[in-house]
């Protein structure tokens, strides 16, 4: 695969995005032993709705060959990496309930530095500049203000509450449902 093709993809899209700190990529299939090691925490899994703990190597491979290889934007997720740490978390996106929707996660000792505000910007900005996509759904479990407070400062606001399952703690959490739309996003970045 030339360097060209790595960067942009057969479609043209850039599948790397790199930010004052960071640089997204392609996640790999040789990164599925620090996904697990960084997933298998339940400060980490136990905030998100579909990672079970423990979480192993096998977990891994079940959704990341996919990864690396779509070229469909709406199902993609990018690497979150440091050039001192190697990678730290995810930051992607799937065809939710509603619509389109972003997740992420960092690994806990990454957490408190800002690195998710930097990445979610780069990355909710790949997503509108490459989809037609008006509108992005989110949210969190009601106890995640981190979370919360960086989609507020996106400009995501609160469209209801539901109740959704969570793996890790095996039992459905009250979830704050969120939705950003475009106009929006670019208002908050400007
Ligand atoms: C939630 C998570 C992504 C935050 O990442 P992070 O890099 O620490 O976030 P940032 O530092 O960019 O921003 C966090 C913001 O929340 C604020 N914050 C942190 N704890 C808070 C709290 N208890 N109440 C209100 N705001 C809080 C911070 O002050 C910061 O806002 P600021 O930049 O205006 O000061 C990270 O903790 C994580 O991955 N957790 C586990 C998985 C997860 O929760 N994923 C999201 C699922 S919806």
């Known amino acids: 695969m030339s ?3 790595r960067d942009f993809g057969p479609s ?16 790999e299939l040789a990164d599925a032993e620090r996904y697990a090691q960084l997933l298998n925490n339940f400060a980490v899994a136990g905030n998100l709705a579909r990672v079970p703990l423990p979480f192993t190597v096998d977990d891994t491979r079940e959704w ?3 990864k690396t290889r779509t070229l469909n934007p709406r199902e993609f997720g990018f690497a979150i990496t440091t050039p001192q740490d190697g990678l730290i978390g ?3 996106f799937h065809e ?3 619509g389109p929707d972003i997740g992420y996660w960092l690994g806990e000792p990454y957490w408190g530095q800002g690195y998710m505000t930097e990445a979610v910007i780069a990355a909710i900005k790949w997503f509108f500049d490459n989809t037609d996509a008006d509108i992005l759904y989110s949210g969190v ?3 995640n203000m981190a979370s919360l407070a960086i989609q507020f400062k996106l400009g995501f606001v609160e469209t209801g509450r539901s109740q959704i399952f ?5 039992r459905e959490i009250e ?6 739309s475009r106009e929006d996003f670019e208002a908050s970045i400007a």
Do not use: Q
Request: hydrophobic share 40%; net charge negative.
């Open 96 to 98: 939710g309930r509603f």
């Open 141 to 143: 479990f009601h106890f």
């Open 12 to 27: 043209g899209l850039p599948w790397t995005i790199e930010t004052p700190r960071l640089v997204l990529r392609r996640p």
């Open 175 to 180: 979830h704050i449902d969120t939705e950003l």
């Open 64 to 66: 990341l060959p996919e």
């Open 3 to 5: 360097a060209l093709e």
């Open 90 to 92: 995810n930051v992607g």
């Open 166 to 170: 969570c793996v890790a703690r095996d």
